[in-house]
């Protein structure tokens, strides 16, 4: 039963339970190594095992960090906390701060899935894919449809966008965390390399884009111009159908190359 829609996408009540513990959990992590030395001595020092899910609500992918509870944050004098909260700002970018507890419970849910949407260029539109699209991609993306416009609800898979492209065929992997070089052995045994855009309006070509010579994100169109993919690793993430171009201006960056690749019949 759907309980709410976020990002174009049904979520039930059992996932968005999931979702609070780990948005909003009582004990967070702050990153210490970017604050003034004199004022990172004054902040509590504290330990625990970040989940995965922790570890992307607040992107905890390099730095030092120490843990705080909610009481023991709000006790810090008003200056230290205002440090604390601009670190955070700025490693969150570009989504909004998560929040804490007693915060979830005022404001409801909705804070919730609005840091879930920001950061986001848009929502799924997998409900606007035509039929005859989703019937012909069958043949090459047997499992896309079904995915398409669903978040992961494993905990701590990471499930990310090289695993994503992968599940669309038909392996059993749309709860796994896929490295990169896993994704490169994948195409060079399955996809052949193609040039220019002629094929972009087909199933079955990868786009993979590169970034300073390494793989750094892949999605798959379905046909029609139309694409299926998965923004990042992060739980906040779901799996979507967006047009071609939508997805392709989305990833242009100065230092990255996107490539095509079509996948064996």
């Keep these: 039963m759907v309980f709410a829609e976020v990002l174009g996408v049904g979520v039930d009540e ?15 992590p702050f990153r210490t190594d970017l604050l003034a030395p004199e004022i990172a001595a004054e902040v509590p020092i504290g330990e625990a095992k970040p989940t ?3 570890e992307d609500t607040y992107s905890m992918y390099s730095g030092t960090w120490t843990w705080v509870s909610e009481e023991e944050f709000h006790s810090l004098r008003p200056s230290l906390r205002r440090s604390l ?11 909004s701060m998560p929040a804490w507890p007693s915060e979830l419970a005022s404001f409801g849910d909705e804070l919730m ?11 799924s539109q997998h409900r606007d894919v035509p039929s005859g699209v989703w019937k012909r991609a069958q043949t090459v993306l047997p499992d896309a449809e079904r995915l398409a416009g669903t978040f992961p609800t494993a905990g701590g898979t990471r499930a990310n966008c090289f695993g994503t492209v992968l599940a669309g065929t038909g392996l059993d992997v749309s709860e796994v965390q896929i490295g ?9 045994e399955r996809t052949e390399p193609i040039t220019g855009t002629r094929c972009d309006d087909e199933p079955g070509v990868v786009f993979a884009w590169t970034e300073r010579g390494q793989l750094a994100h892949a999605t798959v169109s ?24 939508s997805v392709v201006d989305a990833w242009h960056y100065p230092e990255t190359r996107l490539s095509r690749y079509r996948i064996a019949r």
């Design 14 to 28: 059992a996932l968005v339970t999931q979702w609070r513990g780990w948005f909003a959990p009582p004990v967070q």
């Design 52 to 54: 995965p899910e922790w």
């Design 85 to 95: 909260l601009a670190v955070r700002r700025r490693t969150s970018r570009p989504k």
């Design 113 to 123: 899935f609005r840091w879930i949407e920001s950061g986001t260029v848009r929502p």
């Design 180 to 188: 990169s070089d896993q994704f490169q052995v994948w195409l060079d």
């Design 222 to 245: 379905i046909g029609g111009g139309w694409m299926f993919g998965k923004g990042s690793q992060a739980w906040s993430s779901p799996r979507f159908a967006r047009t071609v171009r």
